[in-house]
């Protein structure tokens, strides 16, 4: 009985539409990136298992995928050794492109010029339980700037929000905060012990609105007090610089505090200088990996289309300590694909020529027909123009089948009357509507 083919659940095919939407996505991203100076980088699929260990905390771990040593490493061990994972299992598919880029960062330190502006698109693995929307294998679009702690960075990577969303025609909100904010906010209120227990809860307030939150706090043991202290804070409205200003007046006395609303005024008064246009909300709810960032977070959302989080990220201050290269500063923020493929595709904004792979497809109606059509087929292909012939002279219908299947826009047909006229008949097929062209105008007449 023939095996029925099946792929590992949590992974996806991609089909040629999926991958030329998904490739115009990338090379958006992709061109944005480089106007900006950043520079590619790739990283192996698979890093040492003690790179990986230990840097995404105790679920994260639960959540890479091991591989086991190859060939047949296990037959030579006994079995308390098979029972060891350090034993058989050394190397570990790549979980984000986070720690690989710290991990690169400080294995090639001293052939980087620092600051270091990278750009890094690839698949990335975990060992999560599939569902919908959630994935064993997808990619991530990370953009880094590593070996600076000036603000100007920040902008920089607001600025790049802004081109690559407009490229793509999806109309977003950047939502910004400061962890130093968030530390200043839990000093205030005497629980800056207890800052991550605060931002877990106040991260949920879109979600489960003010009164939920509240009863959280307390039951993370937030004094009512405190939680009291909080409530007009999560209540802030007006502009950005307005917002600061009455958090100023709340958290003034937190010097860590302070420092974040400082960088946040910083980094708006430079939005504004540069002239970028796109909406941009102190969101004292943002939260993200704490226990990772230091500085600013980001979070962008689609303003016409229901989903979470298409981009994120953040300042971290200490990414490569891990690896003793301590105190070096970077930001960076991540382009979710996936996520913007289905806000494109919801919204139905991908452009005609990401749906087809071939422009013009030249029918086939025999030998001589073949001949002309090599002709003018290169002629379209040094003009830029993706063009192909159906390999087999047959009926009419097939290949005009054929080609709507594919997405094909135009048809050019050449039969004994267009090879006397030297004039080949172009049919588009959106629209149906056919004309003669002269072969020496062919190129010209494809739009």
């Given amino acids: 009985m023939a095996q029925k083919p099946s792929i590992p659940k949590g992974t996806r095919d991609f089909s040629p539409a999926e991958m030329m939407r998904r490739g115009y996505i990338f090379d958006t991203i992709k061109s944005v990136f480089r106007l900006y100076g950043y520079a590619p980088l790739e990283t192996p699929s698979m890093e040492n298992l003690s790179t990986l260990l230990g840097k995404y905390g105790d679920e994260g771990d639960k959540l890479l995928f091991k591989i086991l040593n190859s060939g047949d490493y296990a037959a030579g061990l006994t079995d308390q050794e098979l029972h060891s994972a350090s034993k058989i299992c050394e190397k570990g598919l790549r979980y984000d492109l986070t720690v690989p880029f710290a991990r690169y960062v400080v294995q090639h330190q001293n052939e980087i010029a620092f600051p270091f502006k990278r750009y890094q698109i690839q698949p990335v693995w975990r060992a999560d339980r599939p569902q919908k929307g959630r994935y064993r294998e997808f990619y991530q679009c990370d953009v880094d700037v590593i070996g600076s702690r000036s603000l100007l960075n920040e902008v920089e990577l607001v600025s790049i929000v802004e081109r690559v969303f407009r490229a793509l025609r999806i109309n977003v909100t950047l939502k910004m905060n400061n962890r130093k904010i968030l530390y200043g906010i839990a ?15 106040i991260d949920k307030l879109e979600k489960v609105g003010i009164d939920n939150v509240k009863a959280e706090l307390e039951e993370r043991g937030i004094s009512r007090s405190a939680v009291e202290m909080l409530q007009p804070i999560l209540e802030l409205s007006g502009t950005n610089s307005e917002k600061l200003d009455k958090l100023e007046a709340i958290i003034g006395g937190s010097q860590t505090g302070m420092q974040g609303i400082e960088e946040m005024r910083t980094v708006f008064s430079y939005i504004e200088q540069a002239g970028i246009a796109l909406k941009t909300e102190l969101d004292l709810s943002l939260a993200r990996g704490l226990n990772y960032y230091t500085g600013a977070i980001f979070e962008v959302k689609a303003d016409d289309f229901a989903i ?28 979710g694909a996936d996520r913007i493929y289905d806000v494109m595709a919801g919204l139905e904004l991908f452009p005609e020529e990401a749906d087809f792979s071939t422009k013009v497809l030249f029918a086939n109606l025999g030998a001589e027909e073949e001949r002309c059509s090599l002709t003018l087929l290169a002629t379209l292909r040094d003009s830029g123009i993706a063009a192909e012939i159906y390999p087999d002279a047959g009926k009419m219908k097939k ?31 959106r629209s149906g509507e056919q004309k003669v062209v002269p072969f020496t105008e062919l190129a010209g007449a494809i739009d």
């Fill in 399 to 429: 290949q005009m089948e054929y080609a709507n299947r594919r997405g094909i826009p135009y048809v050019v047909i050449i039969g004994s009357d267009e090879l006397a006229k030297k004039a080949a008949t172009l049919k588009d097929m």
């Fill in 187 to 201: 000093e205030t209120t005497g629980h800056a012990d207890k800052m991550i227990d605060i931002t877990v809860a």
């Fill in 308 to 335: 979470g989080s298409i981009c994120g990220g953040g300042r971290y201050d200490d990414l490569t300590g891990i690896f003793g290269m301590p105190g070096v500063s970077g930001v960076g923020i991540s382009f």
